[in-house]
Structure formats: structure tokens, C-alpha cells
């Protein structure tokens, strides 16, 4: 069992920064490939990023890739997700998953999911 708690979101205008951190609870984090989503209002949820158990491997979409970091520290049980150059159509509810085993874009592979925070960013 693995819960997940996002932080960091808030507001920002366009070319700025944030740093996204989800906490998850549990022994064996280190054994779960860990994924960022993000739904915008009336659109279905997509892949942003995602990293494997090792921190090893990282996985973008292309539309943040260049922009987007994704990073693990297993020793605090937190992945992060540094998000810089941000645009208004990165507006949304960010949301870390964990998957144990192999990472994937796939959300439905995902089988523990964090509440969410959103990011604004204004133009």
C-alpha cells in the first residue's frame, strides 16, 4: 500500500517556476516506477513525466520535455517534478501515481494515485 501527498503548486506567471514534490508513505517506495500527471479542465488526463524505481530512467512527454525535470529521492520517499519556461496551456491538476515495477505513460497502470495540486499559470 502506498499513499501519495503532492505539494507545491500555486500560481504563477508565464516563464516562471515551480517545483512540484509528492510524498509517499510506505518501506518500499524504491520499488515503484512513480508518474506525474495532469488534467485540465474539460480535457482527459495526460502522461508528463515519469521515472523508474531507480532514478535511473526518465520518460517525458514532448510537449514539457527540455522544460520538465522529474527526480526521485528514495531516501525521503519523494519524487519531484521541476517544472520551468511554464505556459498557460501547462494549467492544470498535476497529480503523482505510483506503479510498482516498470514505469509507463499509461495512467491505467498506475495503481496508487495522490489527491492532486493544481498550477495555474497566467499569461
Known amino acids: 500500500q502506498v499513499q501519495l501527498v503532492e505539494s507545491g503548486g500555486g500560481l504563477v506567471q508565464a516563464g516562471g517556476s515551480l517545483r512540484l514534490s509528492c510524498a509517499a508513505s510506505g518501506r518500499t517506495f524504491n520499488s515503484y516506477s512513480m508518474g506525474w500527471f495532469r488534467q485540465a479542465p474539460g480535457k482527459e488526463r495526460e502522461f508528463v513525466a515519469a521515472?523508474?524505481?531507480?532514478?535511473?530512467?526518465?520518460y517525458y512527454a514532448d510537449s514539457v520535455r527540455g522544460r520538465f525535470t522529474i527526480s526521485r529521492n528514495n531516501a525521503k520517499n519523494t519524487v519531484y517534478l521541476q517544472m520551468n519556461s511554464l505556459k498557460p496551456e501547462d494549467t492544470a491538476i498535476y497529480s503523482c501515481a505510483a506503479k510498482y515495477g516498470s514505469g509507463t505513460r499509461s495512467p491505467i497502470e498506475y495503481g496508487y494515485w495522490g489527491q492532486g495540486t493544481q498550477v495555474t499559470v497566467s499569461s
Open positions: 521515472i523508474s524505481w531507480s532514478g535511473g530512467s526518465t
